[in-house]
């Protein structure tokens, strides 16, 4: 019975992970976000195509499916003899499902906002750092794109001090060498799914983003 929770609960990540928040908010808008924009169904584009407060519900949306059975492992919530590995396993599951979508033909968003989810849950005073990096980065270039890539690289480098520390310091969690093995997974995924971001980046045509008014 463990084991079918354990991994059970993978596929439950996974699955959740999977819901395309983006694609079905711009369904409730009358759109297939998917011909809109960049094309794309995460959170920026939803912003660039719909608007700030759009943008807002698909970002948390993404952020929350990240971070829920994560944090649930972490907070003692469900307990952890019923995980597989680590949280974090769960989380690379969500990330996994929010990119590569059962229910979008294998296709789906950029797993930034789902990446924050996870670390929110793992490690919060990680998530933190690396949303600060973000603002200030946006704020200064109004690149999503090279944001994410910079404040996410920080952050893969930031898991593997909190696992030279032992612990993530805000709420004391303990962290293990396999955080920063599945954060260096993760950011992995982030830069093959922003490899044409990368492309306009290196040729300075990517364009700066602004939300609909």
């Known amino acids: 019975m463990m084991e079918f929770i354990k991994y059970g609960l993978l596929v439950i990540a996974y699955l959740l992970g999977s819901i395309p928040f983006g694609y079905l908010i711009g369904k409730l808008r009358g759109i297939d976000i998917r011909e809109y924009g960049s094309k794309n169904i995460g959170a920026t584009n939803i912003g660039r195509v719909l608007g700030f407060k759009c943008g807002l519900v698909a970002?948390?949306?993404d952020l929350l499916k990240g971070a829920v059975i994560v944090f649930l492992f972490r907070f003692g919530i469900i307990p952890i003899e019923y995980c597989f590995l680590s949280p974090m396993t769960y989380g690379l599951a969500a990330i996994l499902g929010h990119s590569f979508s059962v229910f979008m033909s294998f296709k789906g968003g950029k797993a930034v906002a789902t990446t924050g989810g996870v670390l929110l849950g793992f490690a919060p005073?990680?998530?933190?750092?690396?949303?600060?990096?973000?603002?200030?980065?946006?704020?200064s270039t109004k690149l999503v794109s090279?944001?994410?890539?910079?404040?996410?690289?920080?952050?893969?480098?930031?898991?593997?001090?909190?696992?030279l520390l032992g612990y993530d310091p805000l709420f004391n969690l303990p962290v293990d060498w396999f955080f920063p093995l599945c954060t260096g997974i993760i950011y992995?995924?982030?830069?093959?799914?922003?490899?044409?971001?990368?492309?306009?980046?290196?040729?300075?045509?990517?364009?700066?983003?602004?939300?609909?008014?």
């Open 59 to 61: 970002f948390s949306l």
């Open 188 to 213: 992995l995924i982030i830069v093959i799914r922003h490899n044409e971001n990368i492309k306009r980046l290196v040729k300075h045509q990517e364009q700066p983003f602004h939300f609909k008014k």
């Open 125 to 139: 005073g990680l998530f933190l750092f690396g949303l600060v990096v973000f603002i200030i980065l946006f704020f």
């Open 146 to 163: 090279l944001s994410s890539l910079i404040s996410s690289s920080l952050t893969f480098i930031g898991s593997i001090g909190l696992f």
